[in-house]
């Protein structure tokens, strides 16, 4: 509304400089016709020159012009009435001018125009006399009469319009700010969305995977895999409310960066292999003379890509998903030309021209059998033009749908994606029989790309279908790679395993697929695609040598920095799986203490901490003058996973920014790209050192221990203390859910949580006493996330109110509420206490908390081993 204010108060400028040009003008004419006083004619130019000169210099202010203008008009208004012989033509310019000063919604305008207007004719009745209009009859008189009345009428019908444009305007003004704080209200809930709902789904990832990795565990490992590929899609659900959100508000921002083609692919393949049914074909054709280097957003564009794919399985029920990607040279770089096609069930007309609204799923049975929020499609469009490129959609019910993409890119090393190393004797061969394949449409998919991929580099395949006719192959033609099918393989295991011995054989088949010990071939997990191709071609027999794996980082020293001890507790059970040797800050002012007096590899910083905020001790370790830090690797790691927030921390100087809740695969890239490559490799078996069950080992790696024996028997824990929890407010299944059921972790949290409790409170009070409402904010904050991850829902939507109010200084409300919620933080901590307390002595050394019974028969310790 405001800009339409503007706009109009712009218009009514403009009216009036051109009133005043043409009244001018016309005044200039008259005075020269009929000899009125000709020293006027100068005045007039000069109120020509300055009401130009007024409007293209916008200066004075605005109002004051406004005034000097309106001023101008009805002096020359007045000027006009007064000299004019007959009455009757002074009425039209008098409610013209009304009209013109009315459009500058200045309601005392139209009232003085109207005063000098009525001015004028009567000073000119006056003037006039009897020599004007009184001597022409009673008729004249009547008709002078008649010019005052429609003078005012028309006055009074402006002021009422004047009246209603400003009600209206004002109502709208007031919808449009509603409008506005809604707005604003909408982002800031999606912020507390993306840190409040992360952060306990980024403990349910990460404890789940370190259960995971421990031999007690094996026996749940069905269902922990359940948990964590909920908490992954819970959280990936939340990522598209985010990116949607950021859409629709165009608060979207583009951070451009170098990636490679071959890292985006094999990343995204790992991220999509979990999810496909295995009854249906993912068949990915890459053109091999693609840039090996390009420069655009990698997160929308691999968003884009996983969208599009997840999109075609989820609506397609037999036959498979093609993903075809090549290139259109351009002066900038390249077009990248995505498609992304499925053998689904398509869509109608009326679907196509729906398919980009909001939420929006079709039917068909679509929102019967296929879950999501509805959000692919509009998320990849609003992505699509954000990178400054297009898409189309093609599709038919029951033909499946066909999505075009083009993106620019700007090519940074020219160099392809992928090449074959050239070796002698080399000889290729597939075992590959597509017609296995019921729908025809699978089996073009798969022909196409083996067409592109051999052309591409330039090599010859023989292909065979049968057993008999590879034999025969064997006979005319040298062997030194043979790519064979899952059920081609079962046709003849024993003479392949033999041939294995000569000739390096891969076996294309689904992750349930398993060869019998001993075997000398090689498998290759679908989908069948380009890159793991060409690792295997640039092999020989004897250089074979398992790439698949995990990675590890022995001998890497990583400080995290984080102020709340639960969330350093899930990063050291997350780094410890890589063989890092974890140490931990709770402050930035710690953190730089410790970086002047040890060695780091790299550091992992949070954002939000009390006193100094994680940018700031970022900083403050590079320009460190005693210490070489400019070349530390720092990454962000923080629950702000909006995109603007990503542009600001690599703009600030982070060197990688990783969001919680943790995704290992894009750890491992950030950790990749910011550490040196002797620093990590990748090994075919889990490193066990840093995730142990037995005695701790005395090195000063922080891993995660456990020793059990049977436990000693406690007349407290036999009346189950957990039942209590209940009267402190405590919904201990809440509780249980974060801690995956596990009563021991969930007990050590609330006795970390209890014993946190003293330290924050003093410092809450502190902050509210000296109104550092900032440092208050941090606080409660943090009582907000550890309360609700123990269950205390109650006390944790008291510190959000605290919170919320705290970061708008809003002092008042802030002292109200903050006596009510520290007294029930101190019922739920001394009671906790005095439920779990007895018999164990907590203590806190260098951020880590350390839980130890007296005895010493049920030991579950946190933090670094043997580290005095």
């Known amino acids: 509304?405001?800009?339409?204010?503007?706009?109009?108060?712009?218009?009514?400028?403009?009216?009036?400089?051109?009133?005043?040009?043409?009244?001018?003008?016309?005044?200039?004419?008259?005075?020269?016709?009929?000899?009125?006083?000709?020293?006027?004619?100068?005045?007039?130019?000069?109120?020509?020159?300055?009401?130009?000169?007024?409007?293209?210099?916008?200066?004075?202010?605005?109002?004051?012009?406004?005034?000097?203008?309106?001023?101008?008009?009805?002096?020359?208004?007045?000027?006009?009435?007064?000299?004019?012989?007959?009455?009757?033509?002074?009425?039209?310019?008098?409610?013209?001018?009304?009209?013109?000063?009315?459009?500058?919604?200045?309601?005392?305008?139209?009232?003085?125009?109207?005063?000098?207007?009525?001015?004028?004719?009567?000073?000119?009745?006056?003037?006039?006399?009897?020599?004007?209009?009184?001597?022409?009859?009673?008729?004249?008189?009547?008709?002078?009469?008649?010019?005052?009345?429609?003078?005012?009428?028309?006055?009074?019908?402006?002021?009422?319009?004047?009246?209603?444009?400003?009600?209206?305007?004002?109502?709208?003004?007031?919808?449009?700010?509603?409008?506005?704080?809604?707005?604003?209200?909408?982002?800031?809930?999606?912020a507390n969305v993306s840190h409040e709902i992360r952060t306990p789904i980024n403990a349910v990832i990460g404890l789940t995977g370190v259960c995971l990795e421990k031999p007690e565990g094996k026996a749940l490992e069905s269902e922990l895999r359940d948990v964590e590929a909920a908490g992954k899609r819970v959280a990936e659900q939340i990522s598209d409310i985010l990116d949607y959100s950021e859409i629709d508000m165009a608060h979207m921002a583009v951070n451009e960066e170098e990636y490679m083609l071959s890292s985006l692919i094999n990343d995204l393949v790992e991220q999509v292999r979990p999810i496909k049914p295995t009854e249906l074909e993912l068949v990915i054709d890459v053109d091999p003379k693609l840039?090996?280097?390009?420069?655009?957003?990698?997160?929308?564009?691999?968003?884009?890509?996983?969208?599009?794919?997840?999109?075609?399985?989820?609506?397609?029920?037999?036959?498979?998903?093609?993903?075809?990607?090549?290139?259109?040279?351009?002066?900038y770089g390249i077009n990248l030309l995505i498609e992304v096609s499925d053998t689904g069930i398509g869509m109608t007309a009326e679907e196509m021209e729906r398919i980009f609204e909001r939420f929006y799923q079709g039917d068909s049975g679509r929102t019967r059998s296929s879950s999501g929020l509805g959000l692919g499609l509009s998320i990849v469009s609003g992505f699509v033009s954000a990178l400054g490129g297009f898409m189309t959609i093609d599709s038919k019910p029951g033909d499946g749908t066909t999505v075009h993409v083009s993106l620019p890119q700007e090519v940074v090393d020219n160099g392809v994606c992928m090449s074959y190393i050239q070796q002698q004797d080399f000889g290729l061969a597939g075992f590959l029989h597509f017609e296995k394949f019921p729908h025809p449409q699978v089996r073009e998919y798969y022909g196409t790309m083996l067409r592109d991929l051999v052309s591409g580099l330039g090599v010859t395949l023989h292909k065979v279908e049968t057993i008999d006719n590879l034999k025969r192959l064997l006979t005319n033609v040298k062997l030194s790679h043979l790519f064979v099918g899952d059920e081609e393989y079962m046709s003849d295991p024993e003479y392949l395993e033999q041939l294995a011995k000569e000739v390096l054989v891969v076996i294309v088949a689904n992750d349930d697929f398993k060869l019998p010990e001993g075997s000398h071939i090689r498998i290759m997990r679908k989908p069948f695609y380009c890159f793991p191709v060409i690792s295997v071609l640039n092999m020989r027999v004897g250089d074979i040598e398992e790439e698949e794996g995990r990675m590890v980082c022995d001998g890497v020293r990583a400080l995290v920095v984080d102020d709340e001890p639960?969330?350093?507790?899930?990063?050291?059970?997350?780094?410890?799986?890589?063989?890092?040797?974890?140490?931990?800050?709770?402050?930035?002012?710690?953190?730089?203490?410790?970086?002047?007096?040890?060695?780091?590899?790299?550091?992992?910083?949070?954002?939000?901490?009390?006193?100094?905020?994680?940018?700031?001790?970022?900083?403050?370790?590079?320009?460190?003058?005693?210490?070489?830090?400019?070349?530390?690797?720092?990454?962000?790691?923080?629950?702000?996973?909006?995109?603007?927030?990503?542009?600001?921390?690599?703009?600030?100087?982070?060197?990688?920014?990783?969001?919680?809740?943790?995704?290992?695969?894009?750890?491992?890239?950030?950790?990749?790209?910011v550490l040196p490559r002797g620093k990590w490799s990748v090994v075919k078996d889990d490193p066990k050192a840093s995730v142990t069950t037995g005695e701790p080992k005395e090195t000063g790696s922080v891993g995660l221990s456990t020793t059990v024996s049977e436990p000693v028997s406690d007349n407290k824990e036999s009346e189950d203390p957990f039942a209590a929890l209940s009267s402190l407010g405590i919904d201990t299944r809440t509780g249980l859910r974060y801690c995956q059921d596990d009563k021991d972790f969930y007990k050590t949290l609330m006795l970390q949580f209890a014993?946190?409790?003293?330290?924050?409170?003093?410092?809450?009070?502190?902050?509210?006493?000296?109104e550092a409402f900032s440092d208050y904010a941090i606080i409660v904050h943090a009582i907000k996330s550890t309360s609700k991850m123990i269950g205390a829902l109650d006390l944790s939507e008291k510190a959000r109110l605290l919170e919320e109010a705290s970061k708008g200084k809003r002092g008042d409300e802030v002292r109200a509420g903050h006596r009510e919620a520290m007294d029930e933080y101190t019922k739920i901590t001394d009671g906790i206490l005095d439920l779990f307390g007895d018999g164990q002595n907590a203590t806190e050394e260098d951020g880590v908390l350390e839980f130890s019974p007296e005895e010493d028969d049920d030991v579950l310790e946190f933090g670094p081993e043997g580290d005095e």
């Open 755 to 770: 014993t946190e409790g003293d330290g924050r409170r003093h410092d809450a009070e502190g902050f509210l006493k000296s």
């Open 291 to 331: 840039p090996s280097v390009m420069k655009t957003d990698i997160t929308k564009l691999k968003k884009i890509l996983w969208h599009l794919i997840v999109n075609g399985l989820k609506y397609t029920k037999e036959g498979g998903v093609y993903v075809r990607l090549t290139r259109v040279n351009e002066p």
């Open 566 to 673: 639960m969330n350093l507790t899930v990063a050291r059970g997350i780094f410890a799986r890589y063989g890092i040797e974890v140490f931990t800050a709770a402050s930035g002012q710690e953190s730089i203490d410790m970086c002047r007096e040890q060695e780091f590899d790299v550091v992992f910083m949070d954002h939000m901490m009390p006193g100094m905020d994680g940018v700031e001790a970022m900083k403050r370790i590079r320009a460190d003058a005693d210490r070489e830090h400019r070349d530390l690797p720092i990454v962000a790691l923080t629950a702000n996973a909006v995109s603007t927030a990503r542009e600001m921390f690599i703009n600030e100087g982070f060197d990688g920014f990783v969001s919680k809740p943790v995704e290992l695969i894009e750890l491992e890239r950030v950790m990749k790209k």
């Open 1 to 190: 509304m405001e800009k339409d204010n503007n706009e109009l108060r712009v218009l009514s400028h403009l009216m009036m400089v051109i009133t005043i040009i043409g009244f001018s003008i016309i005044l200039i004419t008259l005075n020269i016709l009929m000899h009125w006083e000709k020293w006027t004619i100068p005045l007039l130019l000069l109120s020509v020159v300055a009401a130009i000169t007024m409007h293209v210099v916008h200066r004075p202010t605005e109002k004051l012009r406004l005034h000097i203008l309106s001023i101008i008009i009805m002096i020359e208004l007045f000027y006009y009435c007064v000299n004019l012989p007959m009455i009757y033509d002074d009425t039209p310019v008098v409610i013209l001018v009304m009209i013109i000063l009315a459009l500058s919604l200045e309601k005392k305008l139209v009232i003085i125009s109207f005063i000098v207007g009525m001015s004028g004719m009567v000073y000119h009745l006056i003037m006039k006399g009897t020599s004007g209009m009184l001597t022409m009859g009673t008729a004249n008189t009547t008709r002078t009469v008649l010019c005052f009345i429609l003078v005012f009428v028309a006055f009074l019908i402006i002021l009422k319009i004047g009246d209603v444009i400003k009600h209206i305007e004002e109502q709208h003004g007031d919808d449009m700010k509603a409008l506005q704080r809604a707005n604003h209200s909408a982002s800031d809930f999606l």
